[in-house]
């Protein structure tokens, strides 16, 4: 599946680990006020989304570099929602906690991403995986999740046209840095999903962007592992605040 990205070559290779897609519908006009005016808000049949998504990253390794492959797992944990710009689809981050220091202040530099210090553990037990996360960062508190999640039925290809299509075949993700509009490309095959269940002792993590979420979930994907080639950011607009 050919996708377009910038003229620029792919900078970093990564691979996404046992990774949970929580979706909960939220009226647009809630989302609205908290994404930059330069974004439109993207929903589907009217109806705006917000996703956390729990996962392990691992095999990271510069273009090139492929010899010096960073392979020991991290976590991470992100709420996003869905939005275009020049009426191309992607993604924009609330947050995303990490308990890789070196990946939150990288990320902080690079593209101004909301990535924050957490303490985070991740085990797992046949088809469990419980997941916990404690924010640490001061920037941004109300962080904590704690959640039990898996698979729970057969891999399966969504179809264009599809929500679950809507929800994760999405290949950029757009961000504020001061007044430039930045785009960051990925590569990626299409995603194989399973269904999957989810138990949520603590949900706090979409808090502290100003959203509450129902106590359950509308939609749950589970994807086991998944090969990703990242852009370096490319600046494709400037924003005036003024307009």
């Not at 960073?70 to 929602?81: G, H, I, M, S």
Request: hydrophobic share 40%; proline share 6%; glycine share 6%.
């Amino acid at each position: 599946m050919k996708r377009k990205t910038n003229k620029q070559k792919w900078l970093m290779g990564q691979t996404w680990n046992d990774l949970l897609f929580a979706h909960y519908p939220v009226p647009a006009e809630e989302i609205r006020p908290l994404i930059p005016d330069c974004l439109a808000l993207d929903t589907f049949g009217g109806q705006a989304w917000i996703s956390v998504v729990p996962f392990e990253m691992n095999h990271i390794y510069f273009r090139g570099l492929s010899l010096f492959t960073y392979k020991r797992r991290f976590a991470e944990l992100n709420v996003r929602t869905y939005v275009t710009f020049n009426g191309e689809a992607g993604i924009y981050f609330f947050s995303l906690d990490a308990n890789s220091p070196l990946a939150v202040k990288l990320a902080n530099f690079s593209y101004a991403l909301p990535y924050l210090h957490a303490d985070m553990s991740v085990v797992h037990s046949e088809n469990r995986i419980h997941f916990k996360s404690s924010r640490t960062d001061t920037r941004a508190p109300f962080g904590d999740f704690d959640g039990v999640y898996g698979a729970n039925g057969d891999p399966f290809r969504t179809v264009k046209g599809s929500l679950e299509f809507w929800l994760t075949e999405r290949y950029a993700l757009f961000v504020l840095k001061g007044r430039k509009i930045l785009k960051g490309a990925i590569y990626h095959d299409q995603w194989t999903l399973q269904p999957a269940y989810a138990e949520f002792k603590v949900n706090r993590v979409a808090e502290s962007a100003g959203i509450l979420l129902s106590p359950k979930p509308e939609l749950l994907h589970f994807a086991k592992h998944l090969k990703v080639h990242v852009w370096p950011p490319e600046q494709v607009g400037i924003f005036d605040r003024e307009s």
